[in-house]
């Protein structure tokens, strides 16, 4: 493998550090050349290390892109890596040029990057946001940074994460604490605590915080001293200023530029990290390294590498009276101090050090080329689309789409995976998959060209029971799909009523095209039966969220006291929806909610599986009760959901996915079959039900609720023994759906 990576040049920090050490470490691999854009430190540093380093300054953009542009040919390499703005545009030129993938390392913000300078701003700060949207992959050096990206609609699937990371075995050259003092004019008394903070000069750096800070921690140890360590004449002078003002002056020293960090870092005896923005500071590495105890805002990944009162503490950006009420802490407790340094760097030494870094890098590297070959084999970008009814804030099919991608990933955490989405927004940023709009017709044609396994996912998509509309909208996106060479799968259907003539003769044309067909229920396959659907492989299946994974019952729990639901008795769901079948349904349920209260002693708590017409439901339901009900008024993720009905003692459910849910989780539960699909889901687990329809039995109801409240411990043990059987049978279908994807099989 051959790797060519390109940046500016003019990198101090966080990112010289994090570029150089990868890229040293990175030779003892593969075949690894450094491009600098420019002569200086960073260049002669990378030189002083060994690497393969060669300076392109030639004073004209072109002429400095057809020089990269002739390494990258000559050398036959095979993954062009770059670096900060100057370094992404050229990367654009390149990759069209040559068709050689490029990545691009997120060191930073690249919103911020440029606040102290609005010039720089709108040239530097706009080319590097519209070159990042012509680049291939990414690697962020946070998980927050990954999730920045794709809040901000870059492919998640083409984001990878690379965490900074430090040498813990080389030997470290420091200089005794006088001479480091003495150099840079720091005096040294007696009981003097030092506090450092260690970042270049920029308004993101969150210095002024820092300062405000100091003059409070001041108040109560007037011999604390706050050093500050960074270059940036520009913004040096307002601090000094403020420092003025603030009458600390006499307690804060600016450095400059340090060429010693680790000198700096022993010397001190509290490393602060202030800033508003970051990735990985390595700051916090180095003073992890010396075991500092270390004070810093929430930024970046460092949520991954602190346990808050554990091994240090973090504080909201901005928010000086937080940091400096942990230094003052800090300050009066040479112990604490010690044992948090300590901590901070058996956990970073475990999970930031060098080798996992390059490891991980070597690893992304292997996956890129992996895909670029798949790719040029037969010219698809995506292993799966997934079609269902997605992105209609609708819990039951949230769920559905989770576990399809969950099941999927698990074969296969390399596949690449787009969703057709009425929300592609929040598709994207709830599962981590590209997503486009299910209605945009350019869109979704793009992308069925591209795709090399189509699969129809979960619900009953296949009915003309709601409209006719929906039905062919389905049939036809499944028609186009296998014109476009998608292999075509219906995954974990239910299936009907088909009743129109036409609708029964196209369904079945299409459905005869599919690769494969797994159905959740048995009604569904007999449906199939008799459109005489039989040329792809049939299997009977379950419901896909039957496998969603168990949950923290903390998250249920607070979300039940932040909206004033008191836990103090048992509580029990209701999950309904509007149903025009059954008259006084408002009445009749307002009813049933009421007996909750006089017959179990419970807690009715109104539960909306889709917002807002459940929840609009609900309200009339609450307003027509005599007893105390509650509801929970806000729309919660699907994890959420499933804690909340985890902190519940019985589930009355209308809605599918709220019994799905129950059974997850071993609740006992009552249906109100007001669709086929949910008296056949009550029948495959063995639990009671009742019609909601004109045939409404109120006694009926009563009766199984009464049942199910004095048998709970039963159920419980007869719902646990059901779910292997059901989940086997959900990754049988994954299994047999992945078969379809060329070169993925497992």
């Not at 970008?381 to 698990?410: C, F, M, P, T, V």
């Not at 955490?413 to 929040?426: A, D, G, Q, R, T």
């Amino acid at each position: 493998m051959r790797v060519l990576h390109l940046i500016g040049g003019g990198d101090e920090g966080g990112a010289k550090s994090h570029v150089l050490s990868l890229v040293q470490q990175l030779g003892n691999y593969i075949s690894v050349k450094l491009i600098s854009l420019r002569p200086g430190p960073f260049a002669d540093d990378a030189k002083k290390m060994g690497i393969d380093v060669e300076v392109i300054r030639t004073g004209n953009i072109f002429k400095d892109i057809n020089r990269v542009r002739r390494i990258v040919v000559k050398g036959k390499y095979d993954i062009l890596h770059t670096h900060g703005a100057k370094a992404n545009m050229i990367g654009v030129f390149i990759k069209k040029q040559t068709k050689i993938p490029v990545v691009s390392t997120i060191h930073s913000d690249y919103r911020l990057d440029y606040l102290n300078s609005i010039l720089k701003m709108y040239t530097f700060g706009l080319i590097n946001t519209v070159s990042l949207r012509f680049l291939d992959y990414y690697i962020a050096v946070s998980h927050n940074f990954k999730e920045m990206l794709i809040k901000r609609n870059f492919p998640p699937q083409r984001i990878y994460t690379v965490y900074n990371g430090i040498s813990f075995e080389n030997t470290i050259d420091i200089m005794p604490r006088e001479d480091f003092a003495k150099k840079y004019g720091v005096p040294i008394e007696p009981g003097d605590i030092f506090i450092g903070i260690l970042a270049r000069l920029d308004p993101v750096k969150g210095h002024t915080v820092f300062l405000d800070a100091a003059a409070k921690v001041l108040e109560k140890y007037p011999k604390a001293k706050f050093l500050i360590a960074g270059w940036g004449d520009e913004l040096r002078v307002s601090l000094e200023k403020r420092a003025n003002r603030l009458g600390i002056s006499d307690n804060v020293f600016f450095l400059g530029m340090v060429t010693e960090p680790f000198s700096f870092l022993n010397l001190i005896d509290i490393n602060v990290l202030a800033s508003y923005s970051e990735s990985f500071p390595y700051a916090i590495l180095e003073g992890a390294r010396l075991g500092k105890a270390t004070v810093s805002s929430r930024v970046g990944g460092l949520e991954d590498l602190f346990v808050q009162g554990q091994n240090g503490y973090l504080f909201t950006p901005g928010d000086s009276d937080a940091l400096a009420s942990h230094l003052t802490e800090l300050i009066g407790d040479e112990e604490k101090r010690r044992i948090f340094g300590e901590r901070l760097y058996k956990t970073a030494r475990e999970k930031f050090s060098l080798k996992a870094m390059t490891e991980t890098q070597l690893n992304i590297y292997n996956r890129i080329l992996a895909r670029v070959r798949q790719s040029k084999k037969d010219g698809k970008k995506y292993d799966i689309a997934i079609l269902g009814y997605y992105g209609y804030r609708n819990s039951g099919d949230d769920a559905i789409l989770k576990s399809i991608i969950e099941q999927l990933k698990q074969n296969n955490e390399e596949l690449s995976i787009v969703v057709l989405s009425n929300n592609p927004y929040e598709t994207r940023t709830l599962y981590r998959v590209q997503s486009v709009h299910r209605f945009h017709p350019f869109k979704v044609l793009a992308i069925l060209s591209k795709t090399r396994l189509f699969i129809a996912g979960g619900g009953t998509l296949i009915q003309d029971g709601t409209s006719s509309r929906s039905l062919w909208y389905y049939l036809f996106i499944l028609y186009l799909a296998k014109r476009k060479g998608a292999r075509t799968v219906l995954f974990a259907n239910g299936l009907g009523p088909l009743t129109g003539k036409w609708n029964r003769r196209a369904s079945s044309r299409i459905l005869n095209r599919m690769d494969a067909i797994t159905l959740r229920d048995s009604y569904a396959y007999k449906e199939l039966s008799s459109l005489n659907v039989k040329k792809p492989v049939i299997k009977i299946t379950a419901d896909p969220a039957l496998t969603l994974t168990s949950c923290d019952l903390s998250t249920g729990f607070e979300i039940l006291r932040k909206e004033g639901i008191p836990t103090d008795k048992k509580l029990v769901a209701l999950c309904l929806r509007k149903w025009k079948k059954v008259k006084n349904a408002v009445q009749i349920l307002a009813s049933l909610a009421d007996r909750i209260v006089t017959d179990f002693n419970a807690t009715p708590v109104f539960i909306a599986m889709q917002h807002p017409n459940d929840l609009r439901f609900a309200k009339k339901v609450l307003h027509n009760m005599n007893q105390k009900g509650y509801i929970l008024s806000r729309r919660y993720t699907v994890d959420e959901t499933l804690s909340v009905i985890g902190n519940t003692s019985m589930v009355i459910g209308m809605r599918l996915h709220s019994l799905i849910y129950a059974a997850n989780l071993n609740i006992p539960m009552v249906g109100l079959a007001y669709e086929q699909k949910v008296g056949f889901f009550m029948q495959s687990i063995n639990q009671p039900y009742v019609d909601w329809n004109e045939n409404f039995n109120m006694d009926e109801l009563l009766k199984n609720l009464n049942e199910v409240w004095e048998n709970s411990g039963m159920i419980k043990r007869e719902l646990e023994r059901f779910k292997p059987r059901l989940e086997k049978m959900v990754k049988d279908s994954v299994e047999l759906t992945l078969s379809f994807l060329p070169g993925k099989q497992k």
